[in-house]
């Protein structure tokens, strides 16, 4: 099967996961410089409840693309993306918070689904409509997680 493919049926899966926040949940932030400097909640992530959102298959789902070291007691990593060992190495948490919440603002035309972004879509299924798959606590806890992976 092509990268493109999976990564496409990986999108596929993960959005068929439990959409978390509607509308009138979704906080504001501000871009600078194509990232996202401030937390969305002002309390910080939880590096734990961060990596339970990376494995879980309804909800991050991120080991469906991507390879990690420290994910290795998971089954089925993907290779649509790039490995996240040493991801905290590579981007700073700002930029990391901006790929979470809408990739194709660092990464244009990559496959990764918007994790904190609920309008622009099409053919969205009714019950996802105006909902985001991760609440801004959970974006705040996958960058913490994340800011733990250096090589």
């Excluded at 998971?74 to 991801?87: A, M, R, T, Y």
């Excluded at 879509?121 to 909902?131: E, N, Q, S």
């Amino acid at each position: 099967m092509s990268l493109f493919r999976r990564g496409l049926s990986a999108a596929c899966i993960l959005l068929a996961g439990i959409a978390a926040a509607s509308a009138e949940d979704i906080v504001s932030y501000e871009v600078v410089d194509g990232t996202i400097p401030k937390s969305l909640t002002g309390v910080p992530g939880d590096p734990a409840a961060g990596r339970k959102a990376v494995i879980d298959r309804r909800l991050g789902n991120c080991v469906a693309c991507h390879t990690a070291t420290e994910l290795s007691d998971q089954q089925f990593h993907g290779e649509v993306g790039p490995p996240l060992d040493g991801v905290a190495d590579r981007w700073d948490e700002a930029t990391l918070r901006m790929i979470i919440v809408n990739p194709k603002m660092v990464y244009e035309g990559t496959v990764m689904p918007a994790f904190y972004r609920n309008d622009g879509f099409h053919r969205v299924a009714p019950k996802f409509a105006g909902k985001t798959i991760m609440t801004a606590q959970q974006v705040e806890d996958v960058v913490a997680y994340l800011m733990t992976l250096k090589d």
